[in-house]
């Protein structure tokens, strides 16, 4: 943990006044408010330029807690906080009376977690209420996985950075939908598909849309500036070299199977073999890209199975559509 307690009392101190506070999580780097103050939790909206309609994911500092945010707590619920808090899943339940409707974006339904990090942990407790965060950069583009991120993309917008170091898993949390009798993961993350159903002993679907509106959903999400294109591994070195003829700048994430193979692009980054060690350094490559220039990215998406399942909906949402000039 680099953040001294200071800082952690001092951020502590901006929320309470209702300032915004960005912190780190094992996931991304969170832009948060007082989940309380629906002024504090406007300002969150406003300096994202995220849509109103868009909830925020309450995090609180344990599972003891869940009871305090939400209406009731399932059975399945209880088990899946027991097992996977604190990390990276995130619960959708009824939303109780403490939670205003300007956090939840007006839905009946609250997102809570509780994040893994010691210094979120520690700001949690130190605050003393839940914290109403979404990622900390503009609304669409690459979540942050340092400080740093978000001081480049935000600046003085943020009343305070504390620094804890780089995410250790780098995608966000996976989104459990826990109010009806049938679980289903709204958005895959943190928390492999896999992992939850081993615990709740049935299969989970992923659908592609939900009637509760959680984060991440945007069609074009998790953006950089440079179009993204997806194309099959074996086509992606002969996709790059034939969009750089073309005039293009282009930056290519070249699969494991693909590392030794030569590529005529403006910049290559190998993809490790690691589906852990891509999650987390998925964002960071994304930027690495913007900032070397490119304007056009070609990757393949990674078997869909443990986090290769998020890492998919992260380039999926990439390549998505862009909002017009």
Same mark, same amino acid.
């Given at each position: 943990?680099?953040?001294?307690?200071?800082?952690?009392?001092?951020?502590?101190?901006?929320?309470?006044?209702?300032?915004?506070?960005?912190?780190?999580?094992?996931?991304?780097?969170?832009?948060?408010?007082?989940?309380?103050?629906?002024?504090? =939790?406007?300002?969150?909206?406003?300096?994202?330029?995220?849509?109103?309609?868009?909830?925020?994911?309450?995090?609180?500092?344990?599972?003891?807690?869940?009871?305090?945010?939400?209406?009731?707590?399932?059975?399945?619920?209880?088990?899946?906080?027991?097992?996977?808090?604190?990390? %990276?899943?995130?619960?959708?339940?009824?939303?109780?009376?403490?939670?205003?409707?300007?956090?939840?974006?007006?839905?009946?339904?609250?997102?809570?977690?509780?994040?893994? /990090?010691?210094?979120?942990?520690?700001?949690?407790?130190?605050? +003393?209420?839940?914290?109403?965060?979404?990622?900390?950069?503009?609304?669409?583009?690459?979540?942050?996985?340092?400080?740093? /991120?978000?001081?480049?993309?935000?600046?003085?917008?943020?009343? &305070? =950075?504390?620094?804890? +170091?780089?995410?250790?898993?780098?995608?966000?949390?996976?989104?459990?939908?826990?109010?009806?009798?049938?679980?289903?993961?709204?958005?895959?993350?943190?928390?492999?598909?896999?992992?939850?159903?081993?615990?709740?002993? &049935?299969?989970?679907?992923?659908?592609?849309?939900?009637?509760?509106?959680?984060?991440?959903?945007?069609?074009? /999400?998790?953006?950089?500036?440079? #179009?993204?294109?997806?194309?099959?591994?074996?086509?992606?070195?002969?996709?790059?070299?034939?969009?750089?003829?073309?005039? /293009?700048?282009?930056?290519?994430?070249?699969?494991?199977?693909?590392?030794?193979?030569?590529?005529?692009?403006?910049?290559?980054?190998?993809? %490790?073999?690691?589906?852990?060690?891509?999650?987390?350094?998925?964002?960071?490559?994304?930027?690495?890209?913007?900032?070397? +220039?490119?304007?056009?990215?070609?990757?393949?998406?990674?078997?869909?199975?443990?986090?290769?399942?998020?890492?998919?909906?992260?380039? #999926?949402?990439?390549?998505?559509?862009?909002?017009?000039?």
């Amino acid at each position: 943990m680099t953040a001294r307690t200071s800082d952690i009392e001092n951020a502590a101190g901006v929320l309470r006044a209702g300032g915004l506070v960005a912190f780190p999580t094992e996931t991304v780097y969170g832009l948060g408010a007082d989940a309380e103050n629906p002024a504090a =939790v406007a300002r969150v909206f406003q300096v994202k330029g995220r849509p109103p309609s868009h909830p925020l994911i309450v995090h609180i500092a344990g599972a003891q807690h869940l009871g305090d945010w939400v209406e009731d707590v399932p059975e399945t619920a209880r088990l899946l906080a027991e097992r996977f808090w604190p990390g %990276p899943l995130t619960l959708v339940l009824r939303r109780g009376p403490r939670v205003p409707l300007e956090t939840t974006g007006g839905l009946e339904t609250v997102a809570v977690r509780v994040p893994d /990090h010691p210094v979120a942990l520690a700001l949690l407790s130190a605050f +003393g209420g839940g914290v109403a965060a979404p990622s900390a950069n503009r609304f669409g583009s690459v979540s942050p996985t340092t400080a740093n /991120h978000v001081r480049t993309e935000l600046g003085d917008a943020v009343d &305070f =950075v504390l620094d804890g +170091g780089p995410c250790e898993v780098g995608v966000e949390s996976t989104i459990v939908d826990a109010t009806g009798d049938t679980p289903s993961v709204l958005r895959p993350g943190g928390v492999t598909r896999e992992d939850l159903e081993a615990v709740l002993g &049935f299969p989970l679907a992923v659908p592609a849309t939900s009637r509760i509106r959680v984060p991440g959903q945007h069609p074009s /999400h998790y953006a950089p500036r440079a #179009r993204v294109v997806l194309v099959e591994p074996e086509k992606v070195v002969a996709e790059a070299e034939f969009a750089q003829e073309l005039g /293009h700048r282009v930056g290519v994430l070249l699969p494991p199977a693909f590392a030794d193979a030569p590529v005529k692009a403006h910049a290559v980054v190998a993809v %490790p073999g690691s589906m852990a060690a891509y999650a987390r350094g998925l964002y960071g490559f994304l930027r690495e890209l913007d900032q070397r +220039g490119c304007d056009l990215i070609v990757a393949s998406l990674p078997v869909e199975e443990g986090l290769g399942l998020a890492i998919a909906n992260r380039l #999926r949402r990439a390549a998505g559509p862009r909002p017009s000039a």
